[in-house]
């Protein structure tokens, strides 16, 4: 194949990588199974459908499309999936990737499949930290001024990251010699430049870096909505928390002042805290209905009503029927009562 088609499939393959991994990510489903730190044996059976498919009709179209050769995707996807989900997974996308090769004759894929996903599995296996794998970049200037950066006061030549751009060359290194020794068994593009072939190898670690890369941008953007629910969770609950004490003093000095000339009243304003405390004590969730927070308020100025007095305190209610179903803030209301 002349050069300038070898470049011209190099960088449409990169676009396929881009765009499929962009693609898929978009469902809410293939998101529940690609950040899970652990699965079992039905999710890593699904994750490999969702990402094994798609890339398994490209290696088809490369039999139907003879000159469309960016398709085939299969190794690279066979590590990532590996990498990803664990040598389980690697192995059956590696196997699912294989079947279109095999089906036209190109039956040392299959073996080469299987020992990549094994061998990217098995080097998740030894990743000291999850984000190690996430965070591989696709431009290997940067990874390696990160690892010099991250090791030069004590070296370690084993860092994860780097054994991972080490394994993504050899294993494509092993391809290039089976494809030497057995031509027509697998498939994989190859130029007798060396310039070409060392684009060949940096388009590879490329199309793995770039998709987790693309991953790892929608899997950070989903952990900073969740800090910041847990960060209005807990703005709420510091917020009870103020609140709970000082309505609880307020209410027992009025009790307090009621026992001895007023008991009735005095019995009437305990079983309204009653139900106010059994309602904080019963509800944890952050939002309700308002219906359930004009019911708190209702026993909250009936106490206040007696606290100060029927003569000093009125209290006009103007609802839509249709909003009381509204979920508002759970004790959003009462402040704005208290202060008002």
């Known amino acids: 194949m002349k050069q300038s088609l070898i470049l011209i499939n190099l960088l449409v393959k990169l676009g396929v990588a881009a765009a499929l991994s962009s693609a898929l990510v978009r469902s809410l489903e293939f998101k529940s199974l690609l950040f899970r730190d652990e699965r079992n044996w039905k999710q890593k059976i699904y994750l490999v459908l969702w990402i094994g498919i798609p890339l398994a009709l490209g290696v088809w179209i490369r039999f139907s ?140 670690v490329t199309v793995i870096g770039t998709e987790l890369k693309i991953w790892n941008s929608v899997r950070i953007q989903i952990k900073l909505e969740e800090q910041e629910r847990l960060l209005l969770h807990s703005r709420m609950e510091a917020l009870q928390n103020q609140i709970n004490p000082h309505f609880l003093f307020n209410t027992l000095n009025s009790v307090s002042s009621l026992v001895r000339f007023d008991p009735d009243t005095a019995r009437q304003l305990i079983i309204k805290l009653a139900n106010i405390l059994r309602r904080l004590l019963n509800t944890g969730d952050a939002f309700v209905p308002l219906r359930e927070e004009l019911e708190f308020i209702d026993n909250y100025l009936d106490i206040e009503v007696v606290r100060f007095g029927r003569d000093k305190l009125r209290v006009v209610k103007e609802l839509e029927i249709s909003s009381l179903d509204t979920m508002i803030p759970s004790m959003l209301l009462q402040p704005l009562v208290e202060n008002s």
Request: proline fraction near 6%.
């Open 65 to 204: 499309a003879s000159s469309f050769l960016a398709g085939d995707l299969s190794f690279e996807t066979t590590v990532l999936l590996g990498v990803i989900g664990g040598r389980l997974t690697g192995v059956l996308g590696g196997v699912l990737l294989a079947l279109p090769a095999v089906w036209h004759g190109e039956w040392a894929t299959l073996p080469f499949n299987v020992l990549c996903g094994f061998v990217a599995g098995q080097l998740r296996n030894f990743a000291p930290n999850r984000e190690d794998i996430w965070s591989f970049s696709p431009f290997v200037d940067l990874s390696i001024y990160r690892w010099i950066r991250r090791n030069l006061p004590t070296p370690h030549p084993f860092e994860w990251q780097t054994m991972f751009f080490v394994t993504i060359v050899g294993l494509r290194f092993v391809h290039t010699e089976v494809i030497r020794f057995l031509p027509h068994a697998t498939f994989s593009l190859e130029s007798p430049t060396w310039w070409v072939e060392a684009l060949i190898y940096a388009t590879s």
